[in-house]
């Protein structure tokens, strides 16, 4: 049943809501938002940089997703652990910037210590799914699936992060490590969608975790895209673009993910489960 078709009618309407509810994606975000909305209320001030912590808040929940679903199926079938290791080095460069330092905090009240433990909490999740597909459950973990090296995505981003990296810490390197978290971030999912390429399936936890971390980079897209230029320095040649190269950079892995999300966004609209979002004759 289509979607425009069922809000000219109020019973067909009824029905499509009522199916729409009944799915784990609706159940999955309903949820969140409503714990976003006491978030928000408890702990920002309502500046516009809460974007910043809203971006990481997403991000944590969606590796808790991930972690809850192992730990119930006991299993990590479906999990790209290359991607996981990607995020270890994410939140660490990441944590190392805004820890000791002010410079890339958020201005909103959340960025006294909200924003920094929902990196520390990103951080102790993805190793705890590491931990997974490494020892507790990994009889369950498949590498003939994930098999694109990340070592390709992580040398590069440390490469790049050398050359183009602002300078809001004023310490050469917090202010490189937290580009490269950013650059990294920016390809990471790779790992995952190879992975999925390869299986020929998706998995539900896996499929709302990527859809998360599309809505988390969107957020922090909006945000520096309308303060990249607190990124550059003016003064120098090639810093005098950093603040560009960042947004380029964002906005690369909204591309990047745009096909799976285009599949995914079918996938809620049709009412049927997102681990079908690879079957082109169901979406």
């Given at each position: ?14 029905v ?14 309903a ?28 991000s944590?929940?969606s ?9 119930s ?48 909490i ?5 190793c ?48 490189i ?17 190879f ?23 969107l ?9 990249f ?12 673009f950093?603040?560009n190269?960042?947004?380029?950079m ?34």
């Open positions: 049943m289509d979607f425009q078709q069922a809000i000219k009618d109020p019973e067909k309407l009824k499509t809501l009522l199916r729409y509810m009944k799915t784990e994606a609706f159940k999955v975000w949820g969140f938002l409503s714990f976003v909305f006491a978030i928000y209320f408890l702990f920002s001030s309502g500046d516009f940089s809460f974007l910043l912590t809203l971006s990481s808040l997403v944590v929940f590796f808790l997703m991930v972690v809850v679903k192992i730990e199926c006991r299993s990590v079938k479906g999990v790209s652990l290359k991607m996981m290791e990607c995020y270890i080095a994410i939140f660490v460069g990441r944590l190392f910037a805004i820890v000791p330092f002010e410079g890339y905090l958020p201005f909103d009240k959340s960025g006294d210590w909200l924003y920094q433990l929902c990196e520390a990103g951080l102790g999740l993805a705890t799914i590491v931990y997974f597909c490494r020892t507790r459950f990994a009889s369950t973990y498949e590498p003939s699936t994930d098999t694109l090296n990340h070592l390709y995505l992580i040398v590069p981003a440390l490469g790049i992060s050398l050359i183009f990296h602002p300078n809001l810490n004023n310490f050469l390197p917090s202010d490590a937290w580009a490269f978290a950013l650059y990294l971030e920016s390809v990471a999912v790779l790992c995952q969608l992975m999925f390429m390869k299986e020929g399936q998706a998995q539900e936890h896996t499929s709302h975790f990527l859809a998360a971390q599309a809505m988390a980079k957020l922090t897209f909006i945000f520096w895209a309308s303060s230029s607190e990124l550059s320095n003016p003064n120098h040649y090639i810093k005098s950093v603040g190269w960042v947004v380029v964002q906005l690369v892995q909204l591309l990047v993910m745009g096909d799976f999300i285009y599949h995914y966004i079918r996938c809620i609209r049709k009412g049927i489960p997102v681990s079908q979002l690879l079957c082109s004759d169901n979406v």
